[in-house]
């Protein structure tokens, strides 16, 4: 039924034939069931290049110009996905938020490529356990034989496809590139976790050929700048490479009071070597200084020093408003100061701040977002837990990233008291404000002055 559906919906989108190429413009469709928003927006990297409202049949449509091949991301507040557009393509997306990356169907032109790219999505997602659980224990010629073998299974799917299918060769590169990072980047991070899984007092001495793709690597492709696993590798890479480099040269360097700094900095300065494409660049420094800033312990003079050292080799970084304040935030949110003063609205639509939320009592600040159900079930078993744990204070949920109403049907269908419950609208502000890396933090405060502004609700 769905699939007749849809095939008509594309019919009547795109004319005729949905793979036929006959202008540069470029037709991309598509059908929202359960929206969280009423708006699409379409960025390439970080720029936005249009967006489209949602019709009362929860329908869009971008008719764009011809616009550059390449990887585009769209954005469905607050999701987000990948899609890759060719000159004259037609394609459609159907996709159920509650589900998002699990429901999503490409059709129509290039549809084999954006559907096995979403594939390769989610089999990382699940591969990545696979690895943490069984495989960074193995022996590294082990290891390097299972990942061949993952490896080699998408490779063939990939070459099957584009003898199937008409795929471009930028289409067939960005695909590939895909599956090498991804698989390299495991390479990055296995001499970290076996040490660990296996209690081995010293890394294990890997074969010559354990990094042979390293004479390989692209720093500078500006079409991989924007694509996840492309970045992920590039972030393992560069703390593997901060690492050896440090073990080997610097004698005491990676102990004491010091540690943190002296080791972001030699990460700054390799990135700072290596990448030469702006974007990346950028990108990469701005995961330096919140890996470095959210690290909160380290003394403010050593802060000082390296937010001199970024300023010195990452200039005009396009990142640097979002970084300072991050800092400032980290500032405000130390001991002894009031909790930031942002308002929230009440189960019963009565907008109140933190500040006159904490008052007078002792208060854990909890936050989750409606989108991802199994990770709320989890917070809320865990506040459970904390009641006993703590049961002079007033445990307060805050709800982000989820339409208010969806937000009251969800706490309904918990059997929650909304009494504790708050919700935001503004994600982004009291993300930044809070500082919440990860969401999992809690804020505690006796009389709406901060206690621990950096606590978690798993380790409380
Ligand atoms: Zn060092």
């Given at each position: 039924m769905n699939r007749i559906l849809l095939f008509i919906v594309i019919v009547l989108l795109?004319?005729?034939?949905?793979?036929?190429?006959?202008?540069?413009r470029i037709l991309f469709a598509g059908e929202i069931v359960n929206?969280?928003?009423n708006q699409v927006v379409l960025f390439k990297g970080g720029k936005k290049i249009d967006s489209a409202q949602l019709d009362y049949k929860n329908r869009f449509k971008f008719n764009l110009p011809a616009i550059e091949n390449g990887l585009y991301h769209f954005n469905l507040s607050p999701e987000y996905q990948y899609v890759y557009l060719e000159k004259g393509d037609s394609l459609m997306v159907r996709l159920n938020t509650i589900y998002f990356d699990e429901s999503l169907v490409f059709s129509g032109s290039n549809e084999e490529l954006n559907n096995f790219q979403l594939e390769l999505f989610l089999s990382a997602e699940e591969e990545d356990g696979a690895m943490y659980s069984q495989?960074?224990?193995?022996e590294p010629e082990d290891f390097l034989k299972k990942i061949a073998s993952l490896k080699n299974e998408k490779l063939d799917r990939l070459n099957e496809l584009k003898t199937e299918s008409a795929m471009s060769q930028g289409g067939y590169e960005l695909l590939m590139s895909n599956i090498e990072y991804s698989y390299n980047r495991y390479k990055e991070i296995y001499p970290f976790q076996h040490k660990r899984k296996t209690s081995e007092e010293i890394m294990h001495d890997l074969p010559k050929?354990?990094?042979?793709?390293r004479d390989n690597?692209?720093?500078?492709?500006p079409n991989l700048t924007y694509l996840r696993p492309y970045y992920d590798f590039m972030k393992a890479h560069f703390g593997n490479l901060s690492y050896m480099a440090c073990a080997k040269?610097?004698?005491?360097?990676?102990?004491?009071?010091?540690k943190q700094l002296h080791f972001n900095k030699h990460k700054l300065h390799l990135i700072d070597s290596l990448v030469v494409e702006k974007e990346l660049r950028d990108n990469l420094f701005r995961n330096v200084a919140f890996d470095y800033l959210l690290k909160?312990?380290?003394?403010p003079e050593n802060t000082e020093i390296f937010l001199k050292e970024f300023k010195n080799v990452s200039k005009?970084?396009?990142?640097i408003e979002e970084i300072k304040n991050l800092y400032q935030g980290i500032l405000n949110l130390q001991p002894s100061k009031v909790i930031p003063n942002l308002s929230v609205i009440s189960f019963d639509k009565e907008i109140k701040t933190l500040t006159e939320i904490g008052k007078d009592k002792k208060v854990l600040f909890y936050f989750w977002s409606g989108t991802n159900k199994k990770q709320y079930q989890e917070i809320f078993k865990r506040i459970e837990v904390l009641k006993d744990k703590r049961p002079d204070h007033e445990l307060v949920g805050i709800n982000i990233k989820t339409d208010y109403n969806d937000w009251k049907v969800i706490l309904k269908n918990l059997d929650?008291?909304?009494?504790l419950q708050y919700h935001t609208e503004n994600f982004k502000e009291l993300t930044e404000t809070l500082v919440?890396?990860?969401?999992n933090k809690a804020i505690i405060t006796d009389n709406a002055i901060?206690?621990?502004?950096?606590?978690?609700i798993y380790y409380n």
């Open positions: 795109v004319g005729c034939s949905s793979s036929k190429k006959d202008s540069d929206p969280t928003s495989y960074y224990e193995l050929n354990f990094y042979a793709y690597i692209n720093y500078n492709n040269g610097c004698p005491n360097g990676n102990s004491g009071t010091g909160k312990k380290d003394e005009n970084n396009m990142h929650v008291d909304p009494k919440l890396y990860p969401m901060i206690v621990d502004g950096f606590s978690n």
